[in-house]
């Protein structure tokens, strides 16, 4: 049996069947602040594991800093500089790159969406709910968040899948089923100075490059549009690296968070059906159900920080240099602040979930859009059904960056 001192989170079999909340509950409670060791070239990493604790470090860039990468890997200083994205920015730039798009992310902007998401939600669960028996990662979680993407993009619903195959092979770089090539494999070193390590990174930058050869100087309002005609608050263009990398953020982001959100939910729904059955009979609860879909969903395990000088943070010493790692997960999960918090409560209130950041600045961008494509999908996708029941195992991402569902076949009956 691991002891608390062997105990660590880069342990990729932790995360095989999903995420391993017995871990972050001993963490929690006995090291919520805990040295994790790391194969080499890596050096280990501090994970933080408590609420209040990760909250902290998201507020305070200036001792933490996101500047150094925010994955597990460690970078050098020409990697940093070739795959720098708006995640890898603090300070006036970072504000500058966000304001960028913020406009197109605000609650009103992302509203004038609702009818065009609500004729594409039942687009989506018409043909999924025509086969019976469907897988629902293929047929509704990943098929909506994405076309949802190609319109604010502006792309052809025919690009949809490749896409989705872009997302599944960066992420996926720790997954043998999806990676080109895996983070650890030597082989990885042929892409170090591209996002994830991974070959289909190229693809995506030549994919944003050509859309934005063909928008630029136009008078389009697609976000490539927006992204290639303005200039930064703080008068800085976009670099061709700025460019590649925020097109390629939009691509991962604005499609695999949602993607498992959606389907967690679905699940959860399953192994819960007195919350179904009050949702279907009490449907103005739906938009603050939302929040506890999210919560529990977690689709994002953590975002890393590396720490600008020694400093001492809860009794512990942590070094200039060293990783320092907010689990997100761990902290939707802390009871000290969520009362009964592996239950699902679809009235719980207030619930000041960190899925999408806990203040900071680096709030998800997109957390206005996702709120309201899972709202939409609920609402219409619960007033279809009578039942929904898995059958056959759900399939989990072997990744301990998102917590992501691959296959999770179902057969719904309808109304």
Not at 231 to 241: C, H, I, K, N, Q
Not at 249 to 255: C, E, W
Not at 289 to 305: G, K, M, Q
Request: glycine share 6%.
């Amino acid at each position: 049996m691991t002891t608390l001192s062997e105990l660590t989170l880069a342990d990729l079999d932790l995360f095989e069947s999903g995420a391993p909340w017995h871990v972050f509950d001993k963490l929690r409670e006995e090291s919520p602040v805990h040295w994790n060791t790391e194969e080499k070239p890596n050096h280990g990493f501090w994970s933080i594991t408590r609420y209040h604790d990760i909250v902290k470090i998201l507020r305070d860039p200036d001792t933490f800093t996101s500047t150094h990468f925010t994955n597990l890997e460690e970078v050098d200083a020409e990697q940093e500089e070739a795959r720098r994205s708006l995640l890898e920015t603090d300070g006036a730039r970072h504000r500058a790159l966000r304001r960028l798009l913020q406009g197109e992310f605000t609650p009103q902007a992302v509203s004038g969406y609702e009818t065009f998401l609500r004729g594409l939600t039942a687009s989506t669960l018409d043909a999924a709910f025509a086969k019976g028996e469907f897988d629902f990662v293929d047929e509704v979680a990943a098929d909506f968040p994405i076309r949802v993407l190609a319109r604010m993009l502006d792309v052809p619903d025919h690009d949809t899948n490749k896409l989705i195959e872009w997302g599944n092979r960066m992420i996926g770089n720790t997954d043998p089923e999806h990676a080109d090539v895996l983070l650890d494999d030597p082989e990885s070193e042929k892409y170090r100075l591209v996002p994830f390590r991974s070959p289909a990174a190229l693809e995506v930058f030549a994919y944003g490059q050509d859309l934005a050869a063909k928008r630029k100087g136009g008078n389009g309002k697609d976000l490539v549009s927006t992204l290639i005609n303005q200039v930064p608050a703080d008068g800085v263009a976009l670099s061709e690296r700025d460019f590649n990398t925020y097109f390629l953020l939009l691509v991962v982001a604005g499609n695999e968070t949602t993607r498992h959100t959606i389907s967690h939910t679905m699940n959860y729904l399953i192994e819960n059906p007195d919350q179904m059955h009050l949702l279907q009979e009490k449907p103005e609860l739906i938009p603050w159900a939302v929040e506890e879909f999210i919560r529990l969903a977690s689709p994002v395990y953590h975002f890393r920080r590396t720490a600008t000088k020694d400093v001492e943070f809860q009794g512990v010493k942590i070094k200039e240099g060293d990783k320092v790692v907010p689990w997100f997960a761990s902290g939707n999960r802390d009871s000290s602040v969520f009362a009964d918090p592996y239950q699902m409560d679809v009235t719980r209130n207030p619930n000041e979930h960190m899925a999408f950041g806990r203040g900071g600045p680096h709030m998800c961008l997109g957390n206005s859009l996702a709120r309201l494509e899972v709202r939409i999908m609920f609402e219409d996708l619960l007033s279809r059904i009578s039942k929904m029941e898995r059958v056959g195992d759900i399939d989990h991402l072997r990744s301990n960056f998102v917590n992501g569902i691959k296959r999770f076949p179902v057969k719904v009956t309808l109304r």
